[in-house]
């Protein structure tokens, strides 16, 4: 049957009291029959309560009907009927049908506390705020001499998302989660949900790095969960809840302060789900790797809450704090194991912790609204991606299918970034295009936007909102997905501005770099978009080395340094082309490392003694060198006798405008008040 006619129902959704509009309400259209009703099909209200579905002609006509007899069924978040026109049917209706739902708040009390949207944090799983409470508590104690000579040299009391090593708070290593370590797991994880195709091999990185360190960690424990994961049966998410409701009753409600909030954990368990792409085996052993990092990092609550206390000037609280971190040793952030999924509803009964089962509980009830398609959108077609200079400014075009929907202030267009990665928020926002006019530059089958100014070659992907859904009490947004977005190399944009990505010097990304006279220093680079052109310019000690040579986008170059003498080599790389420029520049400084060690001191006020062997033929007036009564009062004449350490091949081992301080101690070891004439700066050699 050929494609029939194309009709419209199409209208708002508004409280009966103040005729507000409502987000997240599911509207269900249906043509009434004799006998069964056809389901035309659903959609969802928008921030504004505006709601459109279209459907095609042979969806309803038979051979008696002509035309669609409609009506329409509102239901909230939770699948409950709030509204319904069955007695209000529009009978034979033309191809547009406009209709007004007024619903009363009373029946919309439970989707109202359900429909708070997720708040989109950037950012690791913990916040800068919480995790700034518990150093400021510790600096307390320290100030207080509670953690004196506690933490080992060095390490300080840092507690930062950005530490790769156990991070030591008390008085001993304090390890945190391995989650903890991924200071931007919530923009991958956004993205994840968002369907950009960069951010999931990301996501699975992150996933497949925690295991890696798990499995060096506590290899028996991760042979258990492996066994575990075979299990492939889903959990009865009715009975969890009952249990929870149970275990409330018996042990009240959860602690109101946490150190990571729901609106960080939901998104990462949500990513989690989707990047297992439907594979139950995948996804569970994904959901054992992230949870039982969240429950790890879940049990520091009572970290938390007691450096609150300490911080509210409670004498008592401060004192709990030190006790709790003298007392948690290695093991304040408990092991991060991974955490049988599905759970064992036998095990319920005796978990006393209502975190625990409420993270559980919330992830099934994830799991089932994925597999409902509740939290999967629809897909979007891109056909072809064109551009006539892909310079920043000038127009991209965009053609295929199903671009539109009902959430046009979501649209966006998903650039790569000019550096290769959109994992900050920051360069993802930078990246991305919105419409300068959405009715006539967005529609369903064409979309045109102006390049960002930092939009490099890359996979593009569009933001396009389905809908929202309600799970775990609060509301998820859900996006369409792009037709098999990391395969599909119709959705890859080749332009942007000239880009230097990487240019380095024996794989060090830094402007200033030292290194040894005599060695031969690497340097790499990799600039975008292919075509550009590249050159390279090396100036040693002020002599042109290299003029403009012509490189290509991605290549090396060996430098040679010279040897025996300290150099300065500056390396420059050059990039252009119609769209625009870019400049990176390496400087070398060729220098050794000083051994500056002092191997004398002079103090002259009466007779004093150094190198006396040396002088003094009787061994009876031999003395420690520098050994010398002092009068107090009396002008004393210090020299130090200092060497440079350096070879003397080696611009005849000496270095120039070397300087000191002097430190005069009393006989306690306390500093003593003196004058002294200003240190003499000039240059020392290593040889005696």
Known sequence: MKNGKQFIVRGRVLTKEDDKGVLGLRVVVFDKDLIFDDKLGSTVSNEDGDFILQYREEVFRDFF???????????DCNGNLVYSSEKEIVWEAGKTVELTVTVARSKLERHLQNMRPVIRLSGGVVSEE????????????????????????????????????PIPIGAEYCPAPDIFFFEDILNIAWGVI??????????????????YRKEVRNSEQIRAVKKYWSKQSYSDTEAVGKNLHAKRELLGPPPSETIIEKDRILPVIMATILVARGDQHV??????????????????????????????????????????????????????????????????????????????????????AIQNGFLTGGSYIIDEISWED????????ITGQNFSSMFPSSYRVQFTHRSGSNTSETNAEAAAAVPDNIETDWTDTRIEVLLPEEAGPGLVSLRILENVSSVCGVGLP?????????????????GGAPYIRVFTANDLRLDEIRVDPGDTITLRWFVVPNGVNVRLNIVQDGAVTVNNLIVNPEGDFMVNIPGGQASLTVCTLTTDSTCGSDTRTITLHGALVPALNIVGIEVTQAIQYFRAEDHLADS??????????????????????????????????????????????????????????????????SFT
């Open 478 to 494: 859900v996006y369409r997905v792009g037709r098999n977005p990391l395969f599909d190399l119709v959705a890859v944009f080749y």
């Open 620 to 685: 009876a007036d031999h003395q420690p060198d520098n050994s010398v009564p002092l009068v107090v009062g009396k002008p004393a004449l210090v020299r130090a006798y200092v060497r440079s350490g350096l070879p003397s091949s080696y611009q005849g081992g000496s270095i120039a405008g070397v300087n000191g301080t002097l430190e005069v101690l009393s006989i306690n070891l306390e500093p003593t008040t003196m004058s002294a004439s200003s240190a003499s700066t000039g240059a020392i050699k």
């Open 194 to 211: 968002e369907n950009d195709p960069c951010a999931i091999p990301q996501f699975i990185d992150i996933v497949n790095t925690i295991n």
């Open 390 to 397: 892909g310079c920043p400014g000038s127009p991209i075009v």
């Open 130 to 165: 919480k995790i700034g409470v518990i150093n400021q508590a510790a600096k307390l104690l320290a100030n207080r001499g509670t953690l004196f000579g506690t933490v080992p040299p060095g390490q300080g009391w840092s507690f930062s998302n950005r530490s790769g090593t």
């Open 65 to 75: 009907e002509k035309a669609p007899d409609i009506y329409v069924k509102v239901l």
């Open 283 to 368: 996804q569970n052993r994904y959901l054992s790797i992230m949870l039982g990092e969240l429950r790890a990092l879940g049990q520091m609550d009572v970290v938390y809450r007691s450096a609150l206390d300490a911080l509210h000037s409670n004498p008592a609280g401060i004192v709990r704090f030190g006790e709790i971190l003298g007392h948690v040793g290695g093991t304040c952030s408990p092991n991060d194991a991974p955490e049988f999924w599905p759970p064992d509803l036998d095990d319920i009964p005796y978990i006393d912790e209502i975190a625990i089962i409420e993270k559980w509980l919330c992830t099934m009830e994830m799991e089932k």
